[in-house]
């Protein structure tokens, strides 16, 4: 997956020679970088290709008794390994913060490998992590199904001489191929896998053992996406897609891939019912199942409008005779700035629940110590 467009540097402007000097100004003073032309991009950044390093950077320092940066920026570590694990490796284009560095640490990844934006990284960073946080007993990667970020981390198995395991997670109901994926692609669900085999492998739990575990809460949980505004790649300087004022892209991917179709702005219980009614009818729970949801920001969207499609999905799930035990909420899994949200449910049992309610610390997700 590679962002398309011209580099914009803090020389470059389509209005030529005035326009650029006051653009390096800005980036000279920290200031706010702005594409003049037609589809204007306005960031908090100070050039397009530092913008995952300097993130980075501060995440690391934010985050210092949590994580470490390995060298080169190539992968975010936890920063006390415990002897023995299994260790968790994880990782993808970077926009979708706090995915996944943000779910590094004690009850979740040991590593994740972050690409440029939208762009998977490469194998050499996923040899690196492994050899930074594999402690004798294996390492489990955990996969979104697109065809860059499975072939490289395919390579780094074949690189490395460590006993390594892979479960791909493909949990978007939206499309069954797209842009950057051979079938489904894999969305908001990575989080929930990431929570429960991280539980598990915390208890002590053996690679095949995680592997097995990680398939199945994969099976077991769906999603689907809108989304009511675009992203702007930093890189590109303009949306990624447009849409009208008065229009959404009903399963939409995380990258701004296509969904299912492109309507008029509905309700959020309109919404809901198209969303949640397609996830429920995949995953066919029995009568009075247990689930998960997790109501998904993609970056754009207030809190107090997640929390109104969490009610709205909830309406549906209960007229399904879904019986949700666990929630989450907020902006976990984004696409930059994009305003839109996904909905994720996961069908849970008592194995699942007790790993899912434990205890996790990590930048983006902490409960239980």
Not at 235 to 258: N, R, S, Y
Not at 306 to 319: E, T
Request: net charge negative; proline share 4%.
């Amino acid at each position: 997956m590679s962002a398309v467009g011209p580099p914009r540097g803090a020389n470059y402007s389509p209005l030529g020679g005035s326009a650029a000097a006051e653009l390096a100004n800005e980036a000279a003073s920290g200031g706010i970088m702005q594409d003049r032309g037609r589809n204007a991009m306005k960031k908090l950044i100070n050039a397009p290709d530092q913008v995952l390093t300097e993130s980075l950077d501060g995440f690391a320092a934010a985050h210092a008794d949590i994580v470490l940066l390995g060298a080169e920026h190539k992968f975010v570590r936890r920063r006390e390994l415990r002897p023995g694990k299994v260790a968790l490796i994880s990782g993808g284009g970077s926009g979708h913060e706090p995915l996944h560095a943000g779910f590094v640490g004690r009850g979740m990844l040991d590593a994740a490998c972050p690409g440029q934006v939208f762009t998977s990284p490469t194998p050499d960073q996923m040899v690196a992590a492994v050899e930074a946080v594999e402690t004798g007993n294996g390492c489990l990667f955990i996969v979104k199904n697109y065809e860059g970020d499975v072939m490289n981390f395919e390579m780094a198995n074949e690189l490395t001489d460590k006993k390594v395991a892979t479960v791909v997670t493909d949990d978007d109901v939206a499309v069954e191929t797209s842009t950057w994926s051979t079938g489904r692609r894999g969305v908001a669900g990575t989080l929930i896998v990431e929570k429960i085999v991280g539980a598990a492998a915390e208890q002590g739990a053996s690679l095949s053992e995680l592997k097995a575990l990680g398939d199945k809460v994969n099976r077991h949980t769906r999603s689907m996406g809108v989304a009511l505004t675009s992203c702007t790649v930093p890189a590109a300087g303009k949306p990624t897609f447009v849409l009208g004022e008065d229009e959404m892209e009903i399963g939409v991917g995380i990258h701004g891939e296509p969904g299912r179709r492109r309507v008029k702005l509905a309700s959020a219980d309109a919404i809901a019912d198209e969303m949640v009614g397609a996830i429920v009818k995949d995953l066919a729970p029995g009568p009075g199942a247990e689930a998960l949801l997790l109501v998904n920001g993609f970056g754009g969207t207030p809190a107090m409008e997640l929390y109104l499609m969490v009610h709205s999905a909830l309406r549906v799930l209960r007229g399904k005779g879904v019986r949700v035990s666990r929630f989450l909420t907020g902006s976990y899994v984004t696409s930059l700035e994009m305003a839109g949200c996904s909905i994720t449910v996961s069908l849970q049992d008592d194995a699942l629940r007790s790993l899912w309610d434990a205890p996790v610390h990590t930048a983006a997700l902490r409960w239980g110590v």
